[in-house]
């Protein structure tokens, strides 16, 4: 029988169902603990939920400690195409740890992406929470109740563009992202370009850069502000059930 492919498209050859994982990937982190508890030896210092996760913490996304994670001898190793760099992928692999590597631009991508890795990577059934989520998250885009932007970094500022999770998960609560058409995902950007009269909301996540009450909406002057858990707008995996109402609710404030 055929290795599975990844979502690279790369083959990764699984003798059996993997009893011992290691996750680079904070979103994909949450639901494999969520789901298949027990599985997870390994996951990044950046991988807070589930609050209380008893794994070995390998650094972060972008520096993963891969003798580490090779010591952990895991039967894979999960990773993501935009939050962990091919480099670390390759020396894993070239290690001989296989590694299942996802790609998530958008919502209906992140659904299919999370199925495909609970039952061809992790050899089981797909969780119930999923189905829960791709049934909220069903349907045509609703009309544009306001449009957005959302920083992820300040000094310098960097806001969400193009082709991003962030920016299709908003699109499908009925919030525009205000860069949605900038050449680049991850803009720098002037504050004074985020700050304007036809932003309607300005969004400040806790992640990467954590914005607090104290640390961000004090420069904001023609745009509302409004501080959101990065998890609700970031990640893909059991907190799209209350990204759906949190988002929602946000469109319909407007």
Request: aromatic content about 6%; some cysteine; charged content about 20%.
């Amino acid at each position: 029988m055929a290795p599975p492919l990844d979502d690279m498209g790369t083959p990764v050859h699984l003798p059996r169902p993997p009893r011992r994982l290691v996750s680079l990937v904070p979103s994909l982190t949450e639901a494999i603990a969520h789901s298949r508890p027990g599985l997870l030896v390994g996951a990044t210092d950046w991988c807070t939920h589930p609050g209380g996760l008893d794994v070995t913490r390998v650094r972060g996304t972008k520096n993963p400690d891969r003798k580490a994670v090779a010591g952990l001898r895991p039967d894979l190793v999960i990773a993501n195409k935009e939050e962990n760099r091919e480099l670390d992928v390759a020396r894993l692999r070239a290690a001989g740890v296989p590694v299942w590597v996802t790609v998530i631009e958008t919502l209906p991508q992140a659904l299919t992406s999370l199925r495909r890795m609970f039952t061809e990577a992790l050899g089981g059934p797909a969780p119930d929470w999923l189905d829960v989520a791709r049934t909220l998250w069903a349907g045509p885009l609703p009309d544009v109740a306001a449009t957005v932007a959302v920083p992820i970094w300040r000094d310098p500022w960097m806001v969400v563009g193009r082709s991003t999770f962030t920016g299709d998960l908003l699109r499908r609560a009925g919030l525009a992202n205000a860069f949605a058409s900038h050449p680049d995902r991850y803009p720098h950007m002037a504050l004074e370009r985020i700050d304007r009269p036809d932003v309607d909301l300005v969004l400040l996540p806790d992640e990467p850069y954590a914005f607090s009450v104290h640390d961000g909406p004090e420069v904001f002057h023609r745009a509302p502000t409004r501080l959101v858990s990065g998890r609700l707008i970031t990640w893909y995996g059991p907190s799209l059930l209350q990204a759906h109402a949190v988002l929602r609710e946000l469109a319909g404030t407007r």
